[in-house]
């Protein structure tokens, strides 16, 4: 029987409940179990498909299409376990779920309320799809005392009566601040937190102690008393240089070992640390770095690409040297700034995104990028991006433009139901926005002789999508005569997944997002080729 542990979080949001739950998940995998990583969010979206990344950062998307918190990402990078819809939740998906049913009849007359019928709902979710795993962690997103993670704390507490308190674990991650006025670290706001727990019903096992200092074994003493926790489960998380040490931090604090403890289970092997320690210390004392930039409309909210700069940096780790990203904001950066803002990069990406805003600054730094020889990435809308600009300025097609912006003009880039045959735009019936795009892994034929294929050295790929929009096929040839080769077709030759330059270093573009993919024990070819091409620049 799989054993659940429940993560919370008090105090204030963003103190790392997902790095934590995915540095546990890699802790236990390594000493031989199998382990599930969930997240519980508390939002009414059905999913964050439709929020800004100012709001929420970004939006991971998952092999099977599901959009879904930037967490899953954090799981996949540590654990290396691809998540499914099944692993993320929200409250709008919940309460939407129970709604159908209640139309649908099947309370059978009842009164639906939050309790049971929406905790029974949460309940059906933490163990669906739960088949031979050990350990399943789930992650409750917000923090405790706010009113939308209510039910789902009364939930984790039913589950716990459900399935007997002996299978299942409550960790609970604070804050404890250090106040510099009087050089002191303060406790009071852990216990404050942890009674407000306690008060709707669940009991901590296991704190978690978020600072910026070490704590002392008093201060450690008063936590244990004043919240009921054995003095061997207040464990501290000092803020670490990199999050790639949070794995060696919790295991010098015993956090696996105490989990196991806790549920009386011996280990099968030791932890091995040995990657962990490998990455850290090329990220922190390398000397070798090269200048990537990151030309995109929301780089002033670091979650807003958290995967791309992860993917970048491993990137780097698999070519022995640190990244340097320089962010630079599309909509604000001037033409005649160009050159001077790029004049000491060694590479470009433009990211994915969505609407007019910046694209004319993302268009300005791709001719830079194709002019000067710079490699250069463009993923998704990035990809787009690079087509307009071939098409506009080598194509002398000067109205080039994707049907997202405009109806007037050439239609390069449209949405797919927007094409017939005699190439007229017809409207899309769908005014939808969620769920709604190509999501999820897609395959893609790779062309003999391409850059692409000598970099993923294989025929065909399955790589993560998440857009509305795709470039149209009935300019393959005219670009490909012009020297922008379409490198990476669907399988039904309809959609171009992969164009590149010739007579470039490396200028790629892809339609999907291979940072979804990448992982710091297992780089993403592609970012890792394109740091070796920065790297090689001149």
Known sequence: MARYIFVTGGVVSSLGKGLSSASLAYLLQSRGFKVRLRKLDPYLNIDPGTMSPFQHGEVFVTDD???????????????????????????????NDVLKKERKGGYIGKTVQVIPHVTDRIKE??????????????????????????????AIRQFANDIGKKNTLFIHLTLVPYMKASDEIKTKPTQHSVKELRSIGVQPDIIICRCERPISLDQ?????????????????????????????SFNNENLDKQVLDYFKIKTKRKVNLNPWKKITKIILYTKKTVNIAIVGKYVDLKDAYKSLDEALTHGGISNNLKVNLIRIDSEKIKISEIKKKLKDVSGILIPGGFGIRGTEGKIEAIKYARKNKIPFLGICFGMQMAIIEFARNELNIKNAISSEFSKKGVSIVGLINEWNKDGRIIKGTDKNLGGTMRLGLYEAKLKENSLIKEIYKT???????????????????????????????SPDHKLPEIIELEN??????VQFHPEF??????????????????????
């Open 65 to 95: 299409g599901a959009e879904t918190d930037l967490d899953l990402g954090h799981y996949e990078r540590f654990s290396g376990i691809s998540a499914k819809k099944s692993d993320n939740i929200t409250t709008g998906k919940i309460y």
């Open 459 to 489: 025929k065909s790929i399955l790589e993560r999508h998440r857009h509305r929009y795709e470039v149209n096929i009935d300019y393959m040839d005219k670009f490909e005569k012009n020297g922008m080769i379409f490198s990476g077709i």
């Open 517 to 538: 993919k990448s992982r710091p024990l297992v780089p993403h070819p592609l970012f890792s080729s394109f740091i070796k091409a920065a790297k090689n620049h001149k």
């Open 125 to 154: 979710f933490i163990k669906n799809d739960v088949v031979k795993e050990d350990f399943v962690i789930c992650e409750i997103g917000g923090t405790v005392g706010d009113i939308e993670s209510l039910p789902f704390v009364e």
């Open 220 to 248: 450690r003493k008063k936590i244990s008393l004043f919240c009921n926790v054995d003095i061997k489960n207040v464990i501290e998380t000092v803020d670490v240089k990199t999050i790639y040490e949070a794995p060696i």
């Open 504 to 509: 470039h270093p490396w200028f790629i573009g």
